[in-house]
């Protein structure tokens, strides 16, 4: 019997899922909605989806597994509150909310309805990412006491996804809680959740208020400390006028690894420094490829019940969004937020 999904939202990211649940075969897409007839009508019919609907709350009252979630984040909490509601398991795109107090009721609902709810954090489920857990866990790298992460593009505001992302009332930020927070969640995960103790943020929109109904931030840098003092920096930007830099560091007291653009893993033996380029097995795109094991890992969820290590899950999006709210008040006040 196949698990019957329910996209919301046929933007970027719906059709996103839509690809990757045509090649899963124990689930389908069996309706979609957007507020746009023409579009949904048009992706209903491209992937042979025989209902579609321009309001969700119309498309609940459908027989589904699950509810995938695809919309502006100002709406995240409201869809998936009523999808729990009424017995609906719900796969969650990122940023979870607004904030985290939207966050705790969503966790909330989740425990009361006794459904899964999951988010769509898909950087766990890149290969090299969990190679790198499994370094973590092993002890390979010691103790991890730093990591630092530059996600900085040339010319990447996300015009694809329209203009939504640049309203602070629709998306609850800009670079931060757009991108960043996939890094949060990753590196909240890789160091098995650690408790956030503080943070400090300074936010810029230099480039960004030239466009038009532009009011969140292009570029944020910031750093969490968590429990242990082990040091996060980061630095993200929709746009700069350099070159484009993405990186990932990890560092520990008997060895590092670096995750992007390619893999290296270094230690230490005596008084020898060894470089190792681990051979993974991974797809060009390992982008789309994460974005179909997150939807396959859902369908798994479904058949056991229960949220394995790697399940972006609830309270993991509380934590997540603690520490995005903290980063923000951290930039307004420009001192440091400590996080209970």
Same mark, same amino acid.
């Given at each position: 019997?196949?698990?019957?999904?329910?996209?919301?939202? =046929?933007?970027?990211?719906?059709?996103?899922?839509?690809?990757?649940?045509?090649?899963?075969?124990? #689930?389908?897409?069996?309706?979609?909605?957007?507020?746009?007839?023409?579009k949904v009508r048009s992706v209903a019919k491209r992937y042979n989806i025989p209902k579609y609907f321009t309001d969700w709350r119309n498309a609940l009252e459908l027989?589904?597994d699950v509810a995938a979630v695809c919309v502006p984040v100002k709406y995240h909490k409201e869809i998936t509150l009523e999808a729990l509601k009424r017995g609906i398991?719900?796969?969650? @795109?990122?940023?979870?909310?607004?904030?985290?107090?939207?966050?705790?009721?969503? /966790?909330? #609902?989740?425990?009361?309805?006794?459904?899964?709810?999951?988010?769509?954090? !898909?950087?766990?489920?890149?290969?090299?990412?969990?190679?790198?857990?499994?370094?973590?866990?092993?002890?390979?790298?010691?103790?991890?006491?730093?990591?630092?992460?530059?996600?900085?593009?040339?010319?990447?505001?996300?015009?694809?996804?329209?203009?939504?992302?640049?309203?602070?009332?629709? #998306?609850?930020?800009?670079?931060?809680?757009? =991108?960043?927070?996939?890094?949060?969640?990753?590196?909240?995960?890789?160091?098995?959740?650690?408790?956030?103790?503080?943070?400090?943020?300074? !936010?810029?929109?230099?480039?960004?208020?030239?466009?038009?109904?532009?009011?969140?931030?292009?570029?944020?840098?910031?750093?969490?400390?968590?429990?242990?003092?082990? =040091?996060?920096? /980061? @630095?993200?930007?929709?746009? !700069?006028?350099?070159?484009?830099?993405?990186?990932?560091?990890?560092?520990?007291?008997?060895?590092?690894?670096?995750?992007?653009?390619?893999?290296?893993?270094?230690?230490?033996?005596?008084?020898?420094?060894?470089?190792?380029?681990?051979?993974?097995?991974?797809?060009?795109?390992?982008?789309?490829?994460?974005?179909? !094991?997150?939807?396959?890992?859902?369908?798994?969820?479904?058949?056991?019940?229960?949220?394995?290590?790697?399940?972006?899950?609830?309270?993991?999006?509380?934590?997540?969004?603690?520490?995005?709210?903290?980063?923000?008040?951290?930039?307004?006040?420009?001192?440091?937020?400590?996080?209970?």
């Amino acid at each position: 019997m196949k698990m019957k999904f329910l996209v919301i939202g =046929c933007g970027f990211i719906g059709r996103i899922y839509l690809d990757a649940l045509t090649r899963i075969d124990d #689930a389908e897409a069996v309706a979609v909605v957007d507020t746009d007839l023409d579009k949904v009508r048009s992706v209903a019919k491209r992937y042979n989806i025989p209902k579609y609907f321009t309001d969700w709350r119309n498309a609940l009252e459908l027989d589904v597994d699950v509810a995938a979630v695809c919309v502006p984040v100002k709406y995240h909490k409201e869809i998936t509150l009523e999808a729990l509601k009424r017995g609906i398991n719900v796969l969650c @795109e990122k940023p979870p909310a607004l904030n985290s107090s939207e966050a705790v009721e969503m /966790m909330n #609902a989740a425990t009361k309805y006794r459904r899964i709810l999951m988010y769509g954090f !898909q950087w766990r489920f890149i290969e090299r990412c969990i190679y790198a857990k499994r370094l973590i866990e092993s002890g390979v790298l010691g103790k991890i006491y730093k990591v630092r992460i530059h996600y900085l593009r040339k010319e990447g505001f996300p015009s694809w996804s329209g203009s939504w992302l640049f309203r602070k009332e629709l #998306a609850g930020g800009g670079i931060l809680i757009d =991108c960043g927070v996939h890094f949060i969640d990753l590196i909240y995960w890789l160091l098995g959740r650690p408790k956030p103790k503080a943070v400090f943020g300074v !936010q810029h929109d230099y480039l960004g208020r030239n466009i038009e109904g532009f009011d969140v931030e292009d570029t944020y840098s910031g750093v969490v400390v968590f429990e242990d003092d082990v =040091c996060v920096s /980061m @630095e993200y930007s929709w746009s !700069q006028i350099w070159h484009e830099e993405f990186t990932l560091n990890i560092y520990g007291t008997r060895g590092s690894i670096r995750l992007f653009p390619e893999v290296e893993l270094v230690r230490k033996e005596d008084e020898t420094y060894l470089k190792i380029i681990p051979e993974l097995k991974e797809p060009e795109d390992y982008w789309l490829e994460a974005n179909y !094991q997150k939807i396959r890992h859902m369908v798994g969820l479904l058949k056991t019940g229960e949220y394995q290590d790697i399940t972006p899950n609830p309270e993991d999006g509380v934590e997540v969004m603690r520490i995005i709210d903290g980063l923000y008040e951290s930039s307004r006040k420009l001192a440091s937020v400590k996080l209970s």
